[in-house]
């Protein structure tokens, strides 16, 4: 065996090593292999190694990661990621809390779950730090005068010492013993279409310290693990937008989650809504993927079905922020999907990026933030209640136009037993005016005909009047909803975002409208 090849086996035998960590996380395929080339791997290995990284913060290897992605994907994928400024921007404003579940359904590299992760473990250790004065106030005094008592010393060390682990994130994957571990393990999840983002994103995180086991490769449309409808606090994500889901697009055999073990795991840990979860999957086989979705039969582009599947992931009254292009908010043809997200949720703001936001990832649309909050079952059943009453009131009113038509067959069926009275009784005998019978006879006659025109004419007038009832129902409804729902929304147009064209640092607007909307928010009461 030649030195390259014993270089080539030491390589091949590292990474079957890291395989191996992490294969409960599914990173690498068990068939996969490294490329990279010995000599690459030496230089990279010389160039590595002055740095401890196992002392390296995560903050550094997160940034030095993030700087290696930005040009392998941006030059060799053709991805584009969202601007650090407008991810910061995005979560910070969405301001999740320690316990709620975010998810990411286009994570892509993982950026907004890796600024979730990280604002949400800012708030921990921010807490932890607050007891941890507290403690050094209540045994050693609020100006430490008591710092020389050895007994008071020993159990501040002793309590700090236990608000410490909370910071730690134990290797168990399954256990979740501090507060840390409770994030990691249980409160970031994502999902991406494309096997090797989904990849990154999970290294990304590690990198950034960890938060990776609940992201998976899988179609965002689609329901996997522990990512299925009203069972996230937070969304936030920039889903792929300008292509169409193809009505002929089908769900396949394929796309249906087999791993008996798996289930059974997700199953234990998730209960009755895991398993009703896979239904829109197991259930739907061969079905086009947008019947999955109200909004399918309105518009298949991808940005308008991945509205839906946040509002659809979101608990009631959760609250998204999504990425969109500007077409959604201004095109005559999204007007019923735009009508329809409406009823789901409230927009809490809308933030218009400028053009060049996206211009260092080659990427010319422009784009807004759309932020929005569900309806609880209350709002939905307060707009179902409206609907239905205005649907009511135009049964009614059919119905009254109806009662016209029948109020002429009233009058003829009374004229027709005239008639056939009068007939009678120009057949008896007994008569002697017959000629004032027959007279009556024929204005009766001449009577009915009339009733039968008019009922004609009603008939067709009554047509015509449901005709337009029928027209201006849909419009009845939005009017009533919107009477209902009528609020103010916020609208901001922002000139700089912090990077330009190039990806240069600039002006960035963002963190003022970000305090100014936060006060806002807390004064309001918008959650």
Request: with cysteine; hydrophobic share 35%.
């Amino acid at each position: 065996m030649t030195g390259e090849d014993k270089k080539a086996s030491y390589i091949d035998f590292l990474f079957r090593q890291v395989k191996e960590q992490f294969q409960a996380d599914e990173l690498f395929e068990e068939t996969e292999q490294i490329k990279i080339k010995a000599g690459s791997f030496k230089q990279i290995v010389k160039m590595l190694e002055i740095y401890n990284l196992s002392e390296t913060s995560e903050d550094i290897k997160g940034i030095a990661f993030e700087g290696f992605l930005g040009r392998t994907f941006r030059g060799e994928l053709g991805q584009f990621f969202t601007p650090r400024t407008v991810v910061d921007f995005i979560v910070e404003l969405l301001d999740p809390k320690e316990g709620e579940l975010v998810c990411d359904p286009c994570c892509g590299s993982g950026g907004f779950l890796i600024k979730a992760f990280e604002y949400i473990r800012e708030q921990i250790e921010k807490d932890i730090d607050g007891q941890k004065d507290s403690i050094k106030a209540e045994y050693l005094g609020e100006n430490l005068e008591n710092i020389e008592d050895e007994e008071a010393n020993r159990i501040v060390e002793e309590k700090l010492l236990e608000l410490n682990k909370e910071l730690v994130i134990s290797k168990d994957r399954e256990e979740c013993e501090t507060r840390l571990d409770t994030l990691s393990k249980k409160c970031i999840y994502g999902t991406d279409a494309n096997s090797r983002m989904a990849r990154v994103s999970k290294m990304n995180m590690i990198m950034h310290g960890d938060g990776h086991g609940g992201v998976h490769h899988n179609d965002g449309l689609l329901n996997v693990n522990g990512i299925f409808e009203n069972r996230f606090d937070v969304i936030v994500t920039n889903p792929p937008f300008g292509s169409r889901v193809d009505s002929e697009l089908k769900i396949q055999e394929s796309d249906k989650y087999t791993d008996k073990k798996k289930i059974k795991y997700y199953t234990d840990k998730y209960g009755e809504d895991y398993k009703k979860a896979l239904k829109q999957v197991s259930d739907n086989i061969g079905k086009p993927i947008l019947d999955l979705y109200e909004v399918g039969s309105m518009s298949g582009l991808t940005e308008i079905l991945f509205i839906e599947r946040c509002l659809n992931l979101l608990k009631p009254n959760g609250r998204t922020g999504i990425v969109l292009p500007e077409g959604v908010f201004n095109s005559s043809n999204l007007e019923k999907s735009r009508k329809f997200f409406e009823r789901k949720g409230k927009i809490i703001l809308l933030v218009s990026l400028p053009q060049e936001v996206f211009g260092s990832s080659k990427a010319t649309v422009k784009t807004s933030v759309l932020f929005m909050q569900k309806y609880d079952e209350v709002k939905l059943q307060e707009i179902a209640d409206i609907e239905k009453k205005v649907k009511d009131d135009f049964e009614q009113q059919k119905k009254d136009i109806l009662a016209e038509v029948e109020s002429i067959d009233t009058q003829i069926a009374a004229v027709k037993e005239e008639i056939k009275d009068l007939k009678k009784r120009l057949k008896d005998k007994k008569e002697t005016n017959k000629d004032a019978i027959q007279r009556e006879l024929e204005s009766k006659v001449e009577h009915e005909n009339n009733l039968k025109e008019e009922k004609k004419e009603a008939k067709k007038d009554a047509a015509d009047r449901i005709k337009a009832l029928d027209k201006q129902l849909d419009s009845a409804i939005e009017d009533a909803i919107k009477e209902e729902l009528d609020y103010e929304i916020p609208v901001a147009e922002i000139d700089f975002a912090g990077i330009d064209s190039t990806g240069k640092k600039i002006e960035n607007q963002l963190p003022a409208l970000l305090e100014e909307y936060t006060t806002y928010r807390k004064e309001n009461g918008v959650w």
